[in-house]
């Protein structure tokens, strides 16, 4: 990986993060989807997916603290919500282009916590499908009580793994001296 790339990539995020107009963030929207014109639909897909609840609920929070302040939320909304997406859309699209591994290879440290980043992700997905399976093969039709007692143990299990994870995370970090 060369460095003008890592260059390029971290100045153009700066660049996004930086810029408070929406307007100008309309001029970008477009370059964007132009420069990724064939993978236009699928990055769309993913990215739309990845930010809707949690814009969803920035937005509500919003709308309701702005109406008790009588204050418009509209240009606020609008500008917020489209810069998560083009920041969101330029991320997923540099790294679709660009090995996530070999982006983080000139920091030790870097590559040490993308790995276990990764191999925590890789864990949960696995651990998501096999209850997903499992859902599925023992469920002969779906009743709307066995879903949400079934989502609620899921939830209570990940939150004991994430907690569990963490801790022994911590730990291994500290022990190689990320803490020091």
């Not at 100045?11 to 307007?23: A, E, G, N, P, V």
């Not at 997923?92 to 996530?100: E, I, L, M, R, Y």
């Not at 790995?115 to 209850?131: A, G, V």
Request: no cysteine.
């Amino acid at each position: 990986m060369n460095n003008l790339l890592r260059a390029l990539f971290i100045s153009t995020l700066f660049l996004l993060l930086w810029i408070k107009q929406s307007s100008f963030l309309l001029y970008i929207l477009p370059i964007l989807w132009l420069v990724s014109y064939r993978e236009f639909i699928r990055l769309n897909i993913r990215v739309l997916k990845s930010i809707f609840f949690f814009n969803l609920g920035v937005s509500l929070g919003y709308v309701v603290v702005s109406l008790l302040k009588g204050v418009s939320p509209s240009e606020f909304l609008v500008y917020i919500n489209l810069k998560v997406y083009i920041l969101t859309y330029f991320v997923f699209f540099f790294f679709s282009k660009v090995n996530v591994v070999e982006f983080f290879s000139f920091s030790k440290e870097l590559s040490y916590l993308l790995m276990i980043s990764l191999s925590q992700i890789i864990s949960y997905k696995k651990s998501f499908e096999d209850f997903r399976l499992a859902y599925k093969a023992r469920v002969i039709k779906k009743l709307r009580q066995r879903e949400m007692n079934f989502v609620a143990l899921m939830f209570e299990f990940f939150m004991k793994k994430a907690l569990g994870d963490s801790k022994e995370r911590t730990i291994a970090m500290r022990a190689r001296g990320f803490f020091d």
